[in-house]
């Protein structure tokens, strides 16, 4: 009785003083929030490199509406025709607003003393972001989207 009472007390101490699988219980505590991290950051690449190429579609979309700052199904054209996602998905939007010299808004009918007044075209496009991983959620993205202004001729 005493042999199976050392026994277990000797157990218990090489239990006590062991460090083995301590590795093993410390990667499944923290792995998980590693991988949380790192799905996150995965995530926002994917959405700065979308919302980068909406900017550059708005910027096609703008020049587009340098010649031509009336036309918007033309400009819309460009914009989804430079953008690789489908065009349902996309909200394009272009304005033309029109402002003298000195920065005071007219209508583009106007004249600034005389002068024709500067024609800025301001081209928008959005589409609601649809991410591979579940982590869209926790960072709070929901719609992507990319502007450009450039003067019209």
């Given at each position: 009785m005493m042999t199976k009472l050392k026994t277990v007390l000797a157990r218990l101490d090489a239990l006590r003083i062991g460090n083995r699988g301590t590795f093993a219980i410390e990667h499944a505590l923290v792995m998980p929030c590693l991988l949380l991290l790192l799905s996150g950051?995965?995530?926002?690449?994917y959405a700065l490199t979308q919302?980068?190429?909406?900017?550059?579609?708005a910027?096609?979309?703008?020049?587009?509406?340098?010649?031509?700052p009336s036309d918007a199904d033309g400009i819309k054209d460009v914009v989804?025709?430079?953008?690789?996602?489908?065009p349902a998905t996309?909200?394009?939007?272009?304005?033309?607003?029109?402002?003298c010299e000195n920065g005071t808004a007219v209508a583009c009918t106007d004249t600034c003393g005389g002068a024709a007044p500067l024609a800025f075209v301001t081209?928008?496009?959005s589409?609601?972001?649809?991410?591979?991983?579940?982590?869209?959620m926790m960072l709070g993205i929901t719609t992507l989207s990319g502007s450009a202004v450039m003067r019209a001729n």
């Open positions: 950051a995965i995530d926002l690449g919302s980068s190429s909406l900017s550059g579609a910027r096609a979309g703008a020049q587009f509406a340098m010649r031509f989804t025709k430079t953008l690789d996602y489908d996309l909200t394009v939007t272009s304005k033309l607003a029109c402002e081209v928008s496009v589409k609601t972001y649809a991410s591979p991983l579940p982590t869209a």
